[in-house]
């Protein structure tokens, strides 16, 4: 089996700073495609950002600058540092996964973590 934890949402003040991470663990053999989205009251769930096995980035327009997706694959982890935090940024946001297990490719999905941004 495996297991998708998220950590690190929180309160804080617009132009702040907060640091979201997700780790995967359990029977898995690799993850390719590891990513944080986003879903606001009210909003359909979006991208925030991105990142290929090899490293490869992409970032939802709002965020480009600001936000900076990493990956550990020796620790199955995935981190989203989250700078000049804005009042439009408040969300529940989950990583989402692409995990290779036991011969097959599945997507797997994080619980979800608050974020709220005050102004």
């Known amino acids: 089996q495996v297991q998708v934890v998220e950590s690190g949402g929180g309160l804080v003040q617009a132009g702040g700073s907060l640091r979201l991470s997700c780790v995967a663990s359990?029977?898995?053999?690799?993850?390719?495609?590891m990513g944080w989205y986003r879903q606001a009251p009210g909003k359909q769930r979006e991208l925030v950002a991105i990142?290929?096995?090899?490293?490869?980035?992409n970032y939802q327009d709002s965020v480009k600058g600001r936000f900076t997706i990493s990956r550990d694959n020796a620790r199955n982890t995935v981190s989203l540092q989250m700078n000049s935090l804005k009042p439009e940024d408040t969300a529940v946001y989950y990583c989402?996964?692409?995990?290779?297990?036991?011969?097959?490719?599945?997507?797997?999905w994080g619980q979800g973590t608050q974020v709220t941004v005050s102004s």
């Open positions: 990142i290929s096995r090899g490293g490869y980035t």
């Open positions: 359990g029977s898995i053999s690799s993850i390719n495609n």
């Open positions: 989402n996964l692409d995990i290779s297990s036991s011969g097959r490719l599945r997507n797997y």
